[in-house]
């Protein structure tokens, strides 16, 4: 049994007439013959009478119309799926993210990406960028935003963002109303970092801008977030170096004041294997590139 003949039995049994049913069709009476002796053999059962007076449909006939058109319906819904999968306009993709993300980028390009690809599913986990990188190596994850530059073999990256860091001090600081800040004033301060095992970049970035403004930092808390860091400092427990983007956290209680030097940027970078083969992935990342195309 083919689609075709279900397509012809279908066509004739709405029209119950050989002639008209072959014009719907487009083809002559002949083939349309003997693919329904073909379907008949087929199912194993007479669909149709045919004598002088017409065309009729058998009792088998009349059972079998939904069924073919069930079939042909659910042959339609998978073709246009796999279409849809192919053109990338359908299927999943995993997709992890440190939180900072969250502040600038990930959300701009999600609402973007979903207008156009709406029947695409993303799933989303946050996770540090070391663990993002184990899971886009065993393909746990089709796309990784990470905040690393010590990406291994094999990957593609576009950089979606870049960033000083700022100060961020409780609001009640002595230096918190300060137009730009001097990094050598927070000597002595307590300080709040991200932890080495979560950022190893970045922890150690904060303290070689430490070291360069002439003291060691005295670090009270490590920390898995950046929002965790802010946190710490909202409450006055201690101050810290982060990204500027954190400023839109809206956590009351933290002001964030600009250093008075330029300081290594922090940069966010789109991260996936460059051997994957996927339309879904290569859609979105039409979305990241058009984000980030200012900064190329």
């Not at 006939?61 to 306009?89: C, I, K, N």
């Not at 993210?97 to 701009?108: E, H, I, M, N, S």
């Not at 540090?128 to 184990?134: A, E, P």
């Not at 291994?152 to 230096?175: E, K, N, R, T, Y």
């Amino acid at each position: 049994m083919e689609f075709r003949h279900l397509r012809y039995f279908l066509v004739l049994a709405e029209e119950l007439h050989f002639g008209r049913a072959a014009q719907r069709l487009s083809i002559t009476q002949p083939p349309l013959s003997l693919n329904i002796q073909q379907l008949e053999a087929s199912v194993g059962a007479q669909l149709f009478t045919r004598n002088s007076r017409g065309v009729q449909l058998t009792a088998a006939g009349q059972a079998f119309v939904p069924a073919a058109r069930a079939l042909l319906d659910q042959a339609g819904l998978a073709a246009r799926e796999a279409r849809e999968v192919s053109q990338g306009m359908l299927g999943s993709l995993q997709i992890g993210f440190a939180g900072t993300v969250l502040y600038r980028g990930l959300p701009q390009i999600l609402q973007g990406f979903a207008v156009d690809h709406p029947k695409l599913r993303l799933v989303l986990r946050e996770l540090s960028s070391s663990d993002q990188l184990i899971d886009l190596m065993h393909e746990r994850l089709d796309i990784g935003f990470v905040h690393t530059t010590r990406v291994p073999a094999g990957f593609s990256q576009i950089l979606v963002s870049s960033q000083p860091f700022v100060a961020c001090l409780p609001a009640d600081h002595a230096l918190a109303k300060r137009k730009r800040l001097s990094l050598a004033r927070l000597q002595g301060e307590p300080f709040a970092v991200v932890s080495r095992a979560v950022s190893p970049d970045y922890h150690e970035r904060i303290l070689g801008l430490c070291a360069d403004a002439g003291f060691s930092p005295e670090i009270r808390f490590e920390l898995r977030h950046w929002l965790s860091v802010v946190s710490i400092v909202s409450q006055g427990l201690g101050c810290a170096l982060v990204p500027a983007a954190l400023q839109q956290a809206g956590l009351p209680g933290a002001v964030f004041v600009p250093l008075d030097v330029d300081t290594p940027p922090y940069e966010t970078h789109c991260l996936w294997k460059t051997d994957r083969d996927q339309a879904a992935l290569g859609a979105f990342l039409g979305a990241v590139r058009a984000f980030a195309q200012p900064l190329q």
